[in-house]
């Protein structure tokens, strides 16, 4: 029972609390501003956004060659379209439950490919360590050039989550916790035990950990880090493009389009795929940079329903596609055999 309650928690609260910032969007409308809102999606143009589409798709392209660097030095070659498959799946479970889309996108190259799942953890891990080195710089790069611009919006946002708790406090209480599980994680990892529930987390740990030294070991690790720039730069670019959809944003700076592109990501993690908080928060950073409240909302809702719909198509394709296109390859391997 505490097992189910768990697993539905995990998926009720981040899904509940982006359904909580869409009613609280919309309720906060007045008719006049609902009008200007479904005014500005008419006068969009969407080839712009088409073009973002197209960067996304090549970012997710980018994403599936990717993995076969981490995976090489382990003596692994997963094949691209299943790598592709695994990580629009990835994707697409991700807007229901957060992060289980890695776990699915490891058991689905488990079992199509034959890897070791703590093996394909380990890469993922990696990845998303070299990922998140892209974002926090970014975020560092905004907070350096346009803290005089959002410095308001940064206080009341760490106001409204930690209260009166002062920054200093909040800096030593995640230091500890960061120190503290790393710690714990290197006690469980090297110490004797003969508990087959610490064996198996060792087993674990030790293919996360052979996955995460796989970017030093690989041979083409500039290869790695060049589809990593790549994979951001499609990112931002999907971002970028959408701007010139309508005249009020077309004109905004391209440090307003990193600022929102940087606060936009950070929401993404936090509910199911951004629902609810990804509008919000982008028309928060483009009210900062003048633009008019109702068009900005509405831009943010623009980006966000493009890019989920982008998912949901791919996501669901390689569903469907991903089991007989494995029949058609073992058919055919097994024909070049006979």
């Excluded at 389009?257 to 928060?281: E, H, K």
Aim: net charge positive; with cysteine; hydrophobic share 50%.
């Amino acid at each position: 029972m505490k097992k189910y309650l768990t697993g539905f928690l995990k998926i009720a609260i981040p899904l509940g609390f982006g359904l909580f910032l869409v009613w609280y969007f919309y309720s906060t409308l007045t008719p006049k501003d609902k009008t200007e809102i479904m005014d500005a999606f008419e006068r969009a143009n969407y080839s712009w956004v088409w073009l973002s589409l197209v960067a996304a798709t090549l970012s997710h392209m980018s994403r599936a060659y990717r993995w076969k660097f981490t995976l090489a030095p382990l003596g692994y070659k997963p094949n691209f379209t299943n790598s592709f498959f695994a990580v629009m799946i990835g994707y697409l479970i991700n807007l229901a439950v957060p992060r289980l889309g890695e776990i699915s996108r490891c058991g689905i190259a488990r079992k199509y490919e034959n890897i070791p799942f703590e093996k394909l953890l380990g890469t993922v891990i990696a990845e998303r360590v070299a990922d998140a080195l892209i974002l926090m710089t970014t975020i560092l790069t905004v907070i350096f050039l346009q803290y005089e611009v959002i410095q308001d919006l940064l206080n009341e946002i760490l106001a409204s989550v930690f209260g009166k708790i002062s920054g200093t406090t909040i800096l030593v209480l995640l230091v500890v916790l960061l120190v503290g599980g790393i710690g714990s994680l290197v006690f469980i990892y090297r110490i004797k035990s003969e508990n087959k529930f610490i064996q198996t987390i060792q087993k674990t740990l030790k293919g996360i950990v052979d996955g995460m030294l796989s970017i030093y070991t690989m041979k083409k690790k500039w290869a790695f880090i060049g589809h990593t720039l790549f994979i951001w730069l499609m990112y931002l670019m999907m971002f970028y493009l959408c701007f010139f959809a309508l005249p009020e944003t077309s004109n905004v700076p391209i440090a307003g389009v990193l600022t929102g592109f940087a606060l936009g990501g950070i929401t993404i993690a936090v509910t199911n795929g951004g629902i609810g908080a990804y509008p919000l928060a982008v028309q928060a950073i483009l009210v900062l940079y003048e633009v008019d409240k109702n068009t900005a909302g509405a831009f943010g809702w623009i980006v966000w329903t493009a890019q989920t719909i982008l998912i949901l198509i791919l996501g669901a394709l390689s569903f469907a596609l991903i089991s007989p296109f494995n029949r058609w390859k073992n058919d055919k391997l097994k024909a070049a055999q006979a």
